[in-house]
């Protein structure tokens, strides 16, 4: 809906100039009239397609974004554990997604079930990433997006064995090849082995925005707050490059990093 959104209004725009100065107002303004109807039309099919996802847990688990948690739940549990990064990168995506239907707890709350139901769950992954790819349609950057946000995740505390082998699985069936992925992997690996070399104590306090006095309760609440403000979100990217992503997900790993140096620094 957000790029109808952004296309609608440079035809409007475009509408307007050729009007304007090619045919006559009266023309313009009506076009212009039906061009708001019919992205109002689009609003409200939208709003009723998302309440009618959200209407039941089965439904929603084959939905694009349905399946995508599936997968975030694969990529998590691959190594029989979840860090605190990934746990609150997990979290604020379901309220990044809840936020866009009717219901936000109750879709939560779906999120939630879809995600605990797979997490347990080994022998469909192959099938659930089929079915996604399927969705995706032509959509490279969508697949990118996706790939590369569970990139950061399985990163977040350094990618195990069994989590690049999840996520080779999965790329395989999403027609990303073995050398794309290694080089989205490679490229994410380098940004994160230029920040760690550079940052020192009092620039992680800095980056953080705590002073060296502040307690670490206070800290982390800090920490989580800036990690919420600036993580790669799975809804806006959807509208924006891949350079976004990147972007966003440079940024929540430096506050990150910032945050394990000073705990370690405050034990």
């Known amino acids: 809906m957000i790029k109808l959104k952004k296309w609608v209004y440079i035809a409007i725009v475009l509408v307007v100039f050729y009007y304007i100065f090619i045919v006559n107002i009266w023309v313009t303004l009506g076009v212009i009239a039906a061009l708001y109807v019919a992205f109002k039309l689009y609003k409200v099919y939208a709003k009723n397609k998302l309440r009618k996802i959200s209407s039941s847990k089965e439904l929603f688990a084959e939905s694009e974004l349905g399946l995508f948690i599936a997968l975030v739940a694969k990529v998590a549990k691959a190594d029989g554990r979840v860090d605190e990064l990934e746990a609150q990168l997990i979290g604020i995506m379901f309220d990044d997604i809840s936020a866009i239907f009717p219901d936000k707890d109750k879709t939560r709350g779906i999120l939630k079930e879809i995600f605990n139901e797979e997490k347990e769950r080994d022998d469909d992954t192959k099938e659930i990433a089929q079915s996604l790819n399927r969705l995706l349609g032509r959509s490279v950057l969508k697949r990118r997006q996706f790939v590369g946000f569970l990139i950061q995740l399985a990163s977040s505390g350094g990618m195990s064995s069994d989590e690049d082998r999840v996520l080779r699985e999965i790329v395989a069936e999403l027609n990303i090849t073995p050398d794309e992925y290694s080089a989205m992997l490679l490229k994410f690996e380098n940004m994160l082995k230029n920040k760690q070399q550079s940052m ?44 976004y992503m990147e972007e966003a997900t440079a940024k929540t790993q430096e506050i990150n990093q910032a945050y394990e140096i000073i705990k370690e620094a405050k034990k």
Do not use: C, F, M, W
């Open 200 to 243: 020192s104590l009092e620039e992680a306090y800095k980056i953080l925005g705590v002073n060296e006095s502040d307690d670490i309760n206070a800290i982390k609440k800090t920490y989580r707050k800036l990690v919420r403000q600036y993580h790669p979100d799975i809804i806006k990217s959807q509208d924006k490059d891949e350079a």
